[in-house]
């Protein structure tokens, strides 16, 4: 099914103030796609309620119903499943189409960002919720920023993560960095502080945080 962005009413998207649900409405805002935040409080449990089982058996958030003109919806879960269809939605907006090579680039630096440095960093959270004190929790947080900083090195030779364009790897580099910004060295890092200073800048991103709260 080819759907356009003209196809589509406002998508839903189900969600709190965490990483994985900023990266969705981030990527939303640039992609210009209308949306309706359906706030979820995950400390109350809304996610575990039965309405939210129904569209996520997994019982977590984002999940998004996209609904199009001609009445198919699709109700879809994983963030970064989400990111995907907003990228096909909008092509050549948050990812390259026909230069492979940038594209392959970009998608490096994605998961350079997911598998690198939000993995460990989730982990750690994982941990604390387990036990407040685990001294194995710092550890990956140290990992996690040791790899995000050397996103440095990217950002001397252009001005985003992946190349001279705004894309799904800056969106997933800058909700990390935000999450983890009180552990970085920021004045060893002037490329770093360069493009995280011009991000927060950007409307889109302003308007992605804002959409759950966060500050
Ligand atoms: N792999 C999933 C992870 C989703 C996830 O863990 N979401 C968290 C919020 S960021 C959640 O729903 N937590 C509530 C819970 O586990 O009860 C994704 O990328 O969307």
Known sequence: MNLK???LTPIELYGANTGNCLRVSIALEEAGIPYIVKLMDLRRGDQH????LARNPMGR??????????GQTLVLSQSNAILFYI???TPGVLLPVDDIIGRA???????FALTDVIGPSHSAFALRQINAGD??????DRRSVEALTRAEAFLKEARFIGGEDFTLADIAAFTITIAL????DWPSLPHMQRWFDELHARPSIANGLRAFGHR
């Open 135 to 140: 001294s194995s929790a710092e550890r990956l």
């Open 5 to 7: 962005r003209s196809d």
């Open 61 to 70: 958030v984002p999940t998004i119903v996209s609904q199009d003109r001609d």
């Open 105 to 111: 680039r970009v998608l490096e630096r994605f998961f």
């Open 87 to 89: 990228c096909d939605l």
């Open 49 to 52: 309620r039965p309405e939210h």
């Open 181 to 184: 910004r009180r552990l970085i």
